[in-house]
């Protein structure tokens, strides 16, 4: 039996339908393509989750297909900032309770602002870390957009 992550039982809570996959870990290889070749799955659809830090609004996150990279411009235009960085590694842990390659849309210590890649719609499914590195959420895009209350961009 796979142990339920934070962002799991928040989904069981509000009756969102998921399905929980593991993969093995490389700490040296974390990013979305050794995932998705662990999962079997397309690159397009496993979702990578990045914290960013606007000038004006603070940190948000933008959820996007893991072969493409984020566009620091097109983030902090639609997240209401003139300019954005990539949230630094060390503040990632205190501020939304993840760690790098564990990094959730889901159940972060505070719900931030978060942008969801417009091709998510394309599919039905796509996978986001489950909170931690090895364990995947499969979900609808659908229902992980309603649930994290995300807007959907070209990001």
Not at 23 to 31: K, Q
Not at 49 to 69: A, H, N, Q, Y
């Amino acid at each position: 039996m796979l142990q339920k992550t934070n962002a799991a039982r928040l989904l069981d809570a509000a009756g969102i339908p998921y399905s929980l996959v593991e993969y093995s870990v490389d700490e040296e290889h974390l990013e979305a393509s050794h995932v998705a070749e662990q999962l079997g799955e397309d690159l397009d659809c496993v979702f990578k989750t990045l914290v960013l830090r606007g000038d004006k609004t603070g940190p948000f996150v933008c959820v996007i297909p893991g072969s493409l990279e984020v566009d620091l411009k097109l983030a902090a235009k639609i997240s209401g900032n003139k300019n954005c960085e990539m949230l630094h590694v060390k503040e990632l842990l205190p501020l939304t309770g993840y760690i790098r390659g564990g990094c959730s849309p889901i159940g972060m210590k505070k719900q931030f602002p978060t942008f969801i890649h417009e091709s998510a719609l394309m599919y039905d499914k796509i996978f986001v870390s489950a909170g931690v590195r090895g364990l995947q959420i499969c979900i609808h895009p659908k229902d992980l957009i309603n649930f994290t209350e995300s807007k959907i961009y070209p990001i």
